[in-house]
């Protein structure tokens, strides 16, 4: 008989993705910081905005930190929301739509 899971540090790889989401949320919200990026999502973005966003990625985390900082991946899918966004999303407190998003 297989023992049942009671919670999410008896699953590894659970953990170790979750982790890497948050590095990688961070980052963005970091480079959006940085460059003064305001969109909420990746569809707002042009490609000068998308060039910002590879350039500061790159620099100060796949250089700076090693390429598998994202974990040992081929891709990466960014949707642009940084963590300070996805919190929000994830809040009971009421915040009201600002024009910018």
């Known amino acids: 008989m297989v023992k049942p899971l009671t919670r999410w540090s008896d699953v590894p ?32 973005m042009g490609a000068p ?19 598998n900082y994202f ?3 081929d891709l990466i899918y960014l949707d642009m929301r940084g963590q300070d966004e996805v919190d929000r999303m994830y809040s009971k407190e009421y915040t009201p739509k600002t024009d910018d998003e």
Do not use: H, I, P
């Open 13 to 44: 790889s659970y953990l170790e993705e979750r982790d890497v989401a948050k590095r990688l949320r961070e980052a963005v919200q970091f480079c959006k910081s940085d460059a003064g990026l305001t969109q909420s999502n990746d569809q707002e």
């Open 49 to 67: 905005e998308r060039m910002l966003m590879e350039t500061c990625l790159t620099k100060n985390y796949l250089v700076a930190k090693g390429m």
């Open 71 to 73: 974990g040992q991946r």
